[in-house]
């Protein structure tokens, strides 16, 4: 039976609801807790590390509790809905953080990103491991991860440029209570997203086993199979990256670049740079692709961003940090060159499947795949963690009266600190990136070729 594109609609719909709470809650929680609420970078960001960790180590279990489901609704679907539910109401409750302080608020937000963390991964595992269940025709299958990780895209897009612009509007002036709200929307929309899904794809393979790997098999398979171990690192650098800079660009307009209207070139760069993502995975990758192999690729889009971040800080150190339309042009071209290695980073990985059967003749699908989701969530927690220490260290102050409008003016070594940040440090894992992948990544088009055809045979044989 053929997937139907109202099915395949239903299945970007659900990746754009899911998306836009991940977005929230990765990017605004530090934000939220640290700059509105009072509490310590540091901590929060201490808070957000260890629960990204056990989050991402919880992956392979939820995996297994899902192979083991067998309901009327299929495997997937219930956790996909229960799930929902749950990480909706949690999501509500983290952003409208009760009217306490010290010790109880640092109480009620380490319980929240917790529970939030638990009830997201009860959603997102069924999800994709869902995609063999519902066809079982391969052009299908990519095109499903195709269009969801599309539609992901969207969701994060749209969450990064509306935020604050929603957050103001619907807060009446009180950040507080306009995150509160926006919480309360964006939770409604993930349910009915997902409900819209769970009402339109049926399952069709019951039969089809779900297996998520453990950290044990994980750092097993690392062992065995150098170019996934090169693979893995390279992914965590080029996301830490990508992470720092989302968590600390919304201090730099507030504090640094500044004016009356700051939300306003926050919400344009954003818009710009989400643009310029979408751009690089969709548009961008396939030109250049046509003229380079992957490879070079790669290595083009590492120095490119790494030029980016670069050309961002010299502007802020000669003044043209505070002119909109010239951070967009070096903000766009980071932002585009970051769509591009997420993509490569995932067919990376997925060479490393065929190149780990050829070297020791087990294919490790389901561990490598398990292993992109734990590295990213890993890389996500270390990120908010170096953000949160470095915003105390350079004692960058939060806003104490809970409004959009600047309420503290930042001493001179905290905004140096805030732009050596939100530039240099990425720009640096990204250089250690690029050192890595050239110095140790061998598996050239021609190699993966090369070893397609040997599979082949193999399996022929």
Known sequence: MKFTKMETAAFGLGAVGKDMVYALASSYVLYYYQDVLGLSAAFVGLILMIARIFDAANDPFMGIVVAKTNTRFGRFRPWIITGTVLNALVLYFLFAAPDITGAPLMVWFSAMYILWGVTYTMMDIPYWSMIP???????????????????ASVGNALVAVFTLMAVSALGGGSERTGFARLALIIAVLFVIAEMILFMTIKEKRSETETKTGTVREMIQALARNDQA???????ILVNSAMYITMNLIIYFFKYDFGGADWIGSYTTFNMIGGLGQILGMTLVYPLMHRKMPNQTVFKTALALSIAGYLIIMVMCLTGLGHSLVALCIPG???FCMSGILVVLTTVFLSGTVDYGEIRTGRREESVIFSMQTFVVKAASGLSVFIAGLGISLIGLKGNADQTAVVAEVQSASAIAGLRFLMTLL????LIIAMIVFVRHFKLTDER?????????????A
């Open 133 to 151: 269940a519902v066809t079982s025709d391969t052009k299908e299958r990519e095109n499903l991860s195709v269009v969801g990780r599309s539609c």
């Open 229 to 235: 171990m090169v693979t893995v690192i390279t992914i």
């Open 332 to 334: 766009m071209l980071v």
């Open 426 to 429: 990425p720009a640096a894992g």
């Open 448 to 460: 993966m070729n090369q070893i397609a055809d040997q599979l082949k045979e193999r399996r022929n």
